[in-house]
T-cell receptor, first 114, second 114 residues
Framework: DQQVKQNSPSLSVQEGRISILNCDYTNSMFDYFLWYKKYPAEGPTFLISISSIKDKNEDGRFTVFLNKSAKHLSLHIVPSQPGDSAVYFCAASARGGGADGLTFGKGTHLIIQP | KAGVTQTPRYLIKTRGQQVTLSCSPISGHRSVSWYQQTPGQGLQFLFEYFSETQRNKGNFPGRFSGRQFSNSRSEMNVSTLELGDSALYLC?????????????FGPGTRLTVL
């Protein structure tokens, strides 16, 4: 049973427009959520996170929104740049207990078109 | 500060063999987690070691094992290799338990089982 789901394996967006990556989770014990970015031949790098006590966290061009009632989070990238082309992983953890380690989604491959 | 290093970067083995992968965490980090990344399953948590003890374990068979040394370096072993074990194996380190701390990933070891 996949507890963190990224239903779009890939997403193509024009440079300068907004990229929206979505993530759904099923485990109600998750209380901390992270987005990682991964380039080929490199390990994932941390991008942005959000605690369940918040519904929005912003860092430059990146904003993460959390809708706890819908068990849904999204990552917005505005404006999208060519260097944003990568695989994005959504991850969740239960800092209050109830789940082991970090649970990752399968990733969404974002392609920024010039 | 040097990042997480993993050796070897690439490995080719045949079915039935065993393999040992190595991970050196960022200096000062005491937790090391291992993940398996495959195209179909995304990033799956294998186990986490903290202070030389396995603290968390994912849903993998007993053929997958690991250990951590007093200097926090970690090794992962896979015995009786199967074709399905072909994957990118990622190691991540954090100051303390990953559920409460940001993880930093290494570049991974690409294992191919023939």
């Amino acid at each position: 049973d996949q507890q963190v789901k990224q239903n779009s394996p890939s997403l193509s967006v024009q440079e300068g427009r907004i990229s929206i990556l979505n993530c759904d989770y099923t485990n109600s014990m998750f209380d901390y959520f992270l987005w990682y970015k991964k380039y080929p031949a490199e390990g994932p790098t941390f991008l942005i996170s959000i605690s369940s006590i918040k519904d929005k966290n912003e860092d430059g061009r990146f904003t993460v929104f959390l809708n706890k009632s819908a068990k849904h989070l999204s990552l917005h990238i505005v404006p999208s740049q060519p260097g944003d082309s990568a695989v994005y992983f959504c991850a969740a953890s239960a800092r209050g207990g109830g789940a082991d380690g970090l649970t990752f989604g399968k990733g969404t491959h974002l392609i920024i078109q010039p | 500060k040097a990042g997480v290093t993993q050796t070897p970067r690439y490995l080719i083995k045949t079915r039935g063999q065993q393999v040992t992968l190595s991970c050196s965490p960022i200096s000062g980090h005491r937790s090391v987690s291992w993940y398996q990344q495959t195209p179909g399953q995304g990033l799956q948590f294998l186990f986490e070691y903290f202070s030389e003890t396995q603290r968390n374990k994912g849903n993998f068979p007993g053929r997958f094992s690991g250990r951590q040394f007093s200097n926090s370096r970690s090794e992962m072993n896979v015995s009786t290799l199967e074709l399905g074990d072909s994957a990118l194996y990622l190691c991540a380190s954090s100051l303390a338990l990953a559920v409460h701390n940001e993880q930093f990933f290494g570049p991974g070891t690409r294992l191919t089982v023939l």
